[in-house]
């Protein structure tokens, strides 16, 4: 390589100089976007926002419904951070920016519905840079309690839109990616029916950089090598194709289940699957620890676990019901953006 193309490769990688500023100001838009969303869906609740700073540098906007006609409690987080170091945990995985002060910045959300039949979800999408390195990471997932394939399909198919606008290989990597990482490792099983989950993509290398290299995505990302170089426009476009599929990729599922009629059983059985949640945001969530680990705002960080959630022991679904298709079937990976009623294997 010449000493020109060597500075011109250089300078595909690295981020124009108001990087940060754009993508605050997108993170704060997608913000305040998915909030008008959620509070015309509600229809009864609105957001209450808190401001907070963060006394090493930075701070956000934490906004959080609660006893709304549809959800139960969520909230919609805005935030920047920086500081001298990264953490521990981002250093493991990225040591080149090891003695680098670092930006933050990212909008996530998590949502508990109050009707059992309509899904948890989740959302975060997030920017990181230190020193020369910079990286995007995020996604969003879909966590049912009782099993609609219809409403999988469509979660799957408008984010699988928004990554074929882009790259025809970020589906496929993401989505195993994510069926990998929302993986709760001492039950054995799945959180959810999955979607998106990507990390320190910088527009380089393979797509995935996950921990599991032999796992399905670390697998089908191998076998299609490296990928043409992405520059930082290109991914930041992405990330906010990303951003705006989730209205078009939650709602709809939400207004057709929020009128389903439900009892004690179902109640009892989503607020018992939602400790399954809390595990998982507990014990794994990179944000929740992220958030942790930089000092970060506890209230905000933790407005991820749901407000009502029971544990039972030993519990065992009853055969052929839908909580027993909910474990057999769709806690487990399935191609849903191929789904039709006659390819999903039903109990």
Not at 45 to 56: H, I, L, P, V, Y
Not at 231 to 254: R, V
Request: proline share 6%.
């Amino acid at each position: 390589m010449t000493a020109l193309q060597d500075v011109t490769t250089t300078k595909t990688y690295l981020p124009p100089s108001n990087s940060r500023e754009r993508v605050k100001q997108f993170m704060k838009q997608l913000q305040d976007s998915i909030c008008e969303g959620l509070t015309k869906l509600d229809g009864v609740a609105t957001f209450k926002e808190d401001s907070w700073e963060r006394e090493e540098g930075g701070g956000g906007r934490s906004r959080v419904m609660r006893d709304g006609a549809v959800f139960e409690q969520g909230g919609v987080n805005f935030s920047e951070v920086w500081g001298d170091q990264l953490p521990p945990t981002i250093l493991t995985q990225r040591p080149e920016a090891a003695g680098h002060g670092f930006f933050a910045t990212g909008t996530s959300m998590v949502l508990h519905p109050r009707n059992p039949y309509i899904p948890t979800v989740h959302l975060n999408y997030r920017y990181f840079e230190a020193g020369p390195v910079w990286w995007f990471g995020g996604g969003a997932d879909l966590t049912p309690y009782y099993p609609f394939a219809e409403d999988a399909a469509h979660f799957h198919n408008t984010f699988k839109g928004a990554c074929d606008n882009h790259h025809p290989e970020y589906y496929p990597v993401f989505k195993r990616w994510c069926d990998e990482y929302f993986y709760l490792k001492h039950r054995q099983e799945m959180r959810g029916i999955g979607g998106l989950f990507f990390d320190y993509q910088d527009g380089k290398g393979q797509l995935y950089r996950g921990s599991d290299l032999s796992g399905p995505a670390g697998t089908y990302s191998n076998r299609i090598g490296e990928v043409k170089s992405r520059s930082w426009e290109q991914l930041f476009a992405f990330i906010q194709d990303c951003g705006n599929a989730f209205l078009p990729a939650y709602t709809p599922i939400a207004q057709r289940r929020k009128s389903i009629e439900y009892g004690d059983r179902e109640r009892n059985f989503q607020l018992y699957r939602r400790g399954r949640y809390v595990e998982f945001n507990l014990v794994y969530d990179r944000g929740t620890i992220f958030g942790l680990q930089t000092n970060g705002r506890t209230e905000s960080i933790l407005m991820s676990l749901p407000p009502l959630v029971r544990w039972e022991y030993g519990y065992t679904p009853e055969p052929n019901t839908p909580e027993a298709e909910l474990y057999n079937t769709f806690l487990k990976p399935q191609d849903w953006a191929n789904w039709t009623a006659k390819t999903l294997e039903r109990v």
